[in-house]
């Protein structure tokens, strides 16, 4: 199947400092990519699509000058949490589709902890 | 308001039996039912999926039911193994859209050996 990576697997950070989360297609291109957050134990909530070349999509609730998403290429898609706080410590999960139809392929989480 | 409702939220399965994980949807508009397995502190892998065209899919030992009349879909794990032990996400979307996917709230299987 596709690969996807990300980069970092974990990071931790002070209060109020940015963080970055690269999402990379490695075999594949990825027009459309997508960014998801999950608690422990739960399910995998959607936090915005992002298409190359153009602003992402933020779902509900999701603040997009909190979380910066930059997808400017077919490979790479970023995650930036402005200022984050304790709150923001979870697990992120990007995913890339093949195709305008294709099957959704997952990278392996970043494990954000804010201190 | 919930689109994808998967039970049970978790499952307990002997080495070597069956494994099944139901699923229902709402949204008739939905075309494309992957199934997903993910193990404690990865990300999510792609098992199998079905289109509403086909009633059934099998890849090894995972199977997909679908039945579109009902709007429910199901994964079987034939002879399920320790290794199986993982959480499976159902999920669900509008491929022609390119809309993404809606996910259930998981099944955390265990299987004793």
């Known amino acids: 199947g596709a690969v996807v990576s990300q980069h970092p697997s974990r990071v931790i950070c002070k209060s109020g400092t940015s963080v970055k989360i690269e999402c990379r297609s490695l075999d594949f291109q990825a027009t459309t990519m997508f960014w998801y957050r999950q608690f422990p134990k739960k399910s995998l909530m959607l936090m915005a699509t992002s298409n190359e070349g153009s602003k992402a999509t933020y779902e509900q609730g999701v603040e997009k000058d909190k979380f910066l998403i930059n997808h400017a290429s077919l490979t790479l898609s970023t995650l930036t949490v402005t200022s984050a706080h304790p709150e923001d410590s979870s697990f992120y999960i990007c995913?890339?589709?093949?195709?305008?139809?294709?099957?959704?392929?997952f990278g392996p989480g970043t494990r954000l902890l804010v201190l | 308001q919930q689109q994808v409702k998967q039970s049970p939220q978790s499952l307990i399965v002997q080495k070597g039996g069956i494994s099944i994980i139901n699923c229902a949807y709402e949204n008739t508009a939905f075309d494309y039912f992957p199934w997903y397995q993910q193990f404690p502190g990865k990300g999510p892998a792609l098992l199998i999926a079905i289109r509403p065209d086909v009633s059934e899919k099998k890849e090894g030992r995972f199977t997909i039911s679908f039945n579109k009349s009902a709007k429910q879909f199901s994964l079987h794990i034939m002879d399920s193994q320790p290794g199986d032990s993982a959480t499976y996400f159902c999920a669900a979307s509008i491929g022609q859209a390119g809309t993404a996917l809606i996910f259930g709230k998981g099944t955390t299987l265990s299987v004793s050996s």
């Open positions: 995913s890339a589709r093949v195709g305008s139809m294709g099957a959704q392929y």
